[in-house]
């Protein structure tokens, strides 16, 4: 080798550079840096009262998806909830999604959750409140919508 303090100094480089990311990396995730996600079947009330069913996944690159028993009906006809999330550095969830209503009553509908889970990761326990949009504008991600309410939610990690 021509340069050995070279390679020492570029292979401190990179050693430096990849514990950097890392912990930098779970320093914004927060909460527990270990949990990649997982589906959860889920209990929706209203002020106490029984609503619906869902199965609610996190997925491991921070996509979320929701499926609901009351979307196909009699009451309402919604599609499943497509979004995405992040824990906010104590411990808790924090997520929203996007789904959209069919006609007659045609609009977006915005869900912003916040969960807990357990330590283990086996329970999930929060709320989700529901906001409607007209489906040319405002913005569902920025605008001022129509406060639909908010559904407390409990659930249990489904396991193979």
Known sequence: MKHPRLWVVLGFSVLLTSVSTVVLSHAQEGGNPGFTGGSY???????????????????ADHT????DSAQGGPLYYF????GSWKQDGSGRIIARTIDFDYPPDADVARLDFTLNLSPDGRLM?????????????????EGEGTNFGTFTITGELIKP
Request: charged share 10%.
């Open 79 to 82: 599609t499943s909830e497509l």
């Open 64 to 67: 979320m998806s929701v499926t």
């Open 41 to 59: 079947l889920i209990t929706n009330k209203v002020s106490g009262t029984f609503f619906s069913r869902g199965v609610v996944t996190l997925h």
């Open 125 to 141: 326990a929060g709320s989700a409140v529901l906001t409607t949009y007209p489906l040319e504008d405002p913005n569902p991600l």
